[in-house]
């Protein structure tokens, strides 16, 4: 069994500046994160695919440009909060965070890190977050995947949870997952994880602190001559 520290670090912050120094916690998908809301049952899209690490160590800082705009930088190991080794290499954001009107989010991200061969993310988001309704949409594309030429990946998450009582919520999620064809192959590169997922299920809060989710998924992969997957899941989260 292996234990690992994900975050610790010093923190400025002003009303229009906050700097972080350490093991931090990145921006790649905080906010798409937070939007989907279930990352007990499944990992937002970002994450669950491998494209950029949740913590690192580094250095960032957000800036509010205005009540409705703020831009974020960060300089970071790259390798994630599980593998802090030193080398050379940086990972370099930047972001961009708008809320036009009240409720509604839109984000901007890109990222790049260069070894042998470069590897570079551009993320859109948008969303909405009301009291009983929430949704999501978000684009993410990455080229050199794990720094390898012509390893690049596409892919599309749509998400949505209503509230439907005091304690229970519906969410439905859709995920699309493709890759390049290299030297006119039939199917990409990351055949073995392209497809396409169905998710919903319903969240129950019987006491403060307790998440219970009866959930099924449908699984539909990329791969020449593979069926659909059906899975039916009990996802259970408890804080204190």
């Known amino acids: ?20 120094f350490g093991l931090i916690g990145t921006k790649a998908f905080n906010l798409q ?51 802090l080794q030193k080398d050379s290499v940086l990972m370099y954001t930047a972001g961009i965070t708008l809320k036009p009107v009240k409720n ?15 590897q570079s993310t ?14 999501g949409a978000e684009y993410n594309y990455q080229q050199g995947h794990g720094n390898v030429t012509d390893h690049n990946l596409s892919g599309l998450s749509l998400y949505t949870t209503v509230n439907v009582a005091k304690k229970s919520d519906v969410f439905v999620r859709y995920d699309n997952l ?13 055949v073995a ?3 396409s997922l169905f998710l919903a299920g319903v969240e129950l809060n019987p006491v403060k602190g307790v ?17 659909a997957e059906t899975g039916f899941y009990l996802s259970l989260e408890m804080k204190f």
């Open 1 to 20: 069994m292996t234990a690992n520290l994900k975050n610790a670090y010093l923190q400025y912050a002003n009303d229009n500046l906050k700097f972080n």
């Open 33 to 83: 994160e937070s939007m989907w809301g279930h990352r007990y049952l499944y990992k937002s899209f970002m994450d669950q695919h491998g494209y950029d690490p949740s913590a690192d160590l580094g250095a960032s800082a957000v800036l509010k440009l205005a009540s409705v705009a703020s831009l974020d930088v960060s300089v970071l190991n790259g390798e994630g909060y599980k593998h």
């Open 104 to 118: 509604l989010y839109a984000r901007l991200y890109v990222d790049y890190m260069k070894k042998t061969v470069a």
């Open 122 to 135: 551009y993320a859109a988001f948008l969303g909405y977050k009301g009291d009983d309704f929430i949704a």
């Open 178 to 190: 493709t890759s390049k064809k290299i030297n006119g192959a039939t199917d990409g590169w990351n």
């Open 193 to 195: 994880k392209d497809g």
């Open 211 to 227: 998440k219970v989710a009866p959930n099924f998924r449908v699984w539909s992969p990329s791969q020449s001559g593979s069926s």
